[in-house]
T-cell receptor, first 112, second 117 residues
Framework: SQQGEEDPQALSIQEGENATMNCSYK?????LQWYRQNSGRGLVHLIL?????REKHSGRLRVTLDTSKKSSSLLITASRAADTASYFC????????????FGTGTSLTVIP | GAVVSQHPSRVICKSGTSVKIECRSL??????MFWYRQFPKKSLMLMAT?????????EQGVEKDKFLINHASLTLSTLTVTSAHPEDSSFYIC?????????????FGDGTRLSIL
């Protein structure tokens, strides 16, 4: 399976704390993207990091990519209750054309 | 920008019914649309990739006669679940891309909750 894995599967933190989620994947990639999904809704794109990039920032989000370890992390700083959602990484591989393959997801709960 | 509308949001129907789900890109032309299936508390599983004007490419294990995909225009793709059964109950999500996803994010619809009685 080309699907990646994320850990932890579930994470519960207090508002104001930082949340870190990790994603591991199996094949070489063109890019890796992080998405957010609120319960029962579609996915919202958060950030895209290319295979030749190591770190990227967007507001309170920080993404790192280590292609040698085939892993990525998403850090959400100063979390808010509204950040409660599931977070997925998705990879695009040169071996599989245009398709996305999603990780297993991390369910984040931010307690007010 | 980059809004994708998926309709209907929820369908409840009897076993044996065929159900059509529409996915529209409202403010951009989508050369490629994707259809995913998601089980409760699970990740998205890619079912098929749909390119305008050509046959969809199905992932291994997905029955193309069961899940009919039509991508008649650059703004509309449809997924028809034919003769649906309870095991087809799931959350179906479409997404659209303006180009090669090696460089572009995907834009997702809000999903369709399909319940087969």
């Amino acid at each position: 399976s080309q699907q990646g894995e994320e850990d932890p599967q579930a994470l519960s933190i207090q508002e104001g704390e930082n949340a870190t989620m990790n994603c591991s994947y199996k094949t070489s990639i063109n890019n890796l993207q992080w998405y957010r999904q609120n319960s029962g809704r579609g996915l919202v794109h958060l950030i895209l990091i290319r295979s030749n990039e190591r770190e990227k920032h967007s507001g309170r989000l920080r993404v790192t990519l280590d292609t040698s370890k085939k892993s990525s992390s998403l850090l959400i700083t100063a979390s808010r209750a509204a950040d409660t959602a599931s977070y997925f990484c998705a990879t695009v591989s040169p071996n599989t054309g245009n398709q996305f393959y999603f990780g297993t997801g991390t369910s984040l709960t931010v307690i007010p | 920008g980059a809004v994708v509308s998926q309709h209907p949001s929820r369908v409840i129907c009897k076993s044996g019914t065929s159900v059509k789900i529409e996915c529209r890109s409202l403010d951009f032309q989508a050369t490629t649309m994707f259809w995913y299936r998601q089980f409760p508390k699970k990740s998205l599983m890619l079912m098929a990739t749909s390119n305008e004007g050509s046959k969809a490419t199905y992932e291994q294990g997905v029955e193309k006669d069961k899940f009919l995909i039509n991508h008649a225009s650059l703004t509309l793709s449809t997924l028809t679940v034919t003769s649906a059964h309870p095991e087809d109950s799931s959350f179906y999500i479409c997404s659209a891309s303006t180009g090669w996803t090696a460089h572009q994010p995907q834009h997702f619809g809000d999903g369709t909750r399909l319940s087969i009685l």
